[in-house]
């Protein structure tokens, strides 16, 4: 059985990124790097070559094992190997490799928190975007249905399902077990799965009719990392289906005299898109939003974005899909989680910490996205921040992930996924639960099944500041 302790070299190793020579080291003692994703290179796209560097990660990730929890990828791509005939990579019918692919949602979990022979290690190992890249060619060879492109296509969808009329309408209907059984047959959505309901005051809606649009009476105060002015990107989610959400978002930051707006105009990040490999998509999404988001950092405004995966689009994914263009990585540079940015003015003496209502217990699930974006459990400190509080943080994937957790073929697994969360959040007796990830909020909601609802950490703030 191969093992990462032979000492071998890797099998048809790609661009080594070492710059000393090749004595092999157990585990990167740098910092990670991350390789620009060359996905405007036919290369790209070439199976063959694509095929052997899954052979040759997927054997030193055999060899290894470390990412058996964190998702289903890992114990597919082991279970196939410890039931071929060999018992080893070389055994497993290349056919099956699509099968590890399929389970990966692009959390980044495994590259950011425990590979450690990710760039500049020579094993030179990115699992997450050696996935999709894969996915980029399953799509490209029209191997992605058209049902799955519906579901990504959440901006399309959301702006047909919140129109006033048709709104109750589809969330009547998503309730009803006939419509349930025809949506599982036309877009493979499993008939238990939580749906979003939508929402017919969407975020941009509530603004439009607000008059003090990025208005304060008090002086906009910077700090070393803020402008202390906040342009909110509202996300599809955010927009179509947790509008509160956003709406809570807005009173925290005034209520700190931050003056907040919406960007003027958004389309959906491209997120869904990328979990499906389509970046042609991505790419359209990006030529709608970055020229938007730069004239605000031009003009003084910091970003914001209330949903972690559409912050990490923008901060790390995009800027490695498009390494020259200036203008993607000014973005990158300027968008902020809510709560990093909450910390951060707390850091420069800024945020009110006059709390007039304690929390008690809150049971805080950090999402793969937010966590990935390495900037630390800020949620939590800035829950603590408030008096008799505590908050009891679990690190585990929820399994939810874009789409995984609504489709049929998947649904079983993600469910599997979330209950190690479940089993906490149960275990904490807390007088509130959340995810930083709104959709993550909703499905370990849906899990636990017990009349419950979950709340989100902003929404939380807003209820300790009594405003
Ligand atoms: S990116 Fe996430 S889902 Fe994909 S293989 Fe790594 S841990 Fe699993
Ligand atoms: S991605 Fe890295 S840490 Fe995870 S199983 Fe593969 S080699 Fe090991």
Redesign the pocket.
């Known amino acids: 059985m191969s093992s990462v302790n032979d000492n071998k070299t890797p099998v048809n190793p790609v661009k080594n990124t070492s710059t000393k020579k090749n004595a092999f080291r157990e585990g990167s003692l740098e910092a990670p790097i991350r390789h620009p994703i060359d996905w405007q290179n036919p290369e790209f796209y070439n199976e063959k070559s694509l095929f052997a560097e899954l052979e040759r990660v997927y054997d030193l990730c055999h060899g290894c094992r470390r990412?058996v929890s964190?998702?289903n990828?890992?114990p597919t791509l082991f279970d196939l190997v410890d039931e071929s005939s060999t018992m080893e990579v070389d055994g497993v019918d290349k056919k099956d490799y699509w099968n590890v692919v399929d389970?990966?949602?692009?959390?980044?979990?495994?590259?950011q928190t425990k590979c450690p022979y990710t760039p500049p290690h020579e094993w030179n190992i990115d699992?997450?975007h050696l996935?999709l890249r894969a996915k980029a060619v399953k799509y490209q060879k029209g191997g992605v249905t058209t049902s799955e492109k519906i579901l990504s296509s959440t901006d399309a969808v959301g702006k047909l399902a919140s129109i006033p009329v048709v709104v109750h309408a589809v969330n009547a209907s998503n309730k009803t077990k006939t419509i349930r059984k025809l949506l599982d047959k036309a877009l493979g959505v499993h008939p238990d799965a939580g749906i979003p309901s939508y929402r017919s005051d969407t975020l941009r809606k509530r603004f439009k009719s607000d008059e003090s649009q990025g208005e304060t009476n008090s002086e906009v105060e910077a700090t070393d990392e803020t402008n202390g002015r906040v342009a909110i990107f509202a996300t599809c989610f955010g927009n179509y289906n947790e509008p509160d959400l956003g709406e809570d978002l807005v009173k925290v930051l005034r209520h700190n005299d931050i003056p907040v707006r919406l960007v003027d105009k958004e389309q959906c990040c491209g997120m869904p898109k990328l979990e499906l490999g389509d970046l042609a998509s991505v790419a359209k999404a990006k030529e709608v939003n970055i020229p938007h988001l730069v004239k605000l950092v031009d003009e003084g405004w910091d970003i914001m974005a209330p949903v972690p995966s559409c912050v990490l689009m923008f901060r790390q994914e995009l800027p490695l899909m498009f390494p020259d263009d200036e203008d993607v990585q000014k973005v990158g540079n300027a968008i902020f989680d809510p709560f990093e940015y909450l910390m951060l003015r707390h850091k420069g003496g800024l945020l009110k910490t006059s709390f007039t209502e304690s929390l008690g217990t809150v049971s805080y699930h950090v999402a793969c996205h937010q966590r990935v974006q390495k900037i630390g459990a800020k949620t939590r400190d800035c829950l603590q921040l408030v008096p008799d509080t505590e908050v009891k943080m679990i690190e585990r994937c929820s399994g939810h992930d874009g789409t995984y957790g609504v489709k049929t073929k998947y649904y079983d697994s993600a469910m599997k996924i979330v209950k190690p969360v479940v089993k906490r959040v149960k275990q904490a007796k807390a007088d509130h639960y959340g995810s930083d990830c709104p959709m993550a909020g909703r499905f370990i909601e849906h899990a636990l099944g017990d009349g419950s609802s979950t709340e989100h950490p902003i929404s939380l703030i807003r209820k300790a500041y009594g405003i």
């Open positions: 990412c964190l998702c990828s890992f389970h990966c949602y692009l959390c980044d979990l495994c590259y699992f997450p996935m």
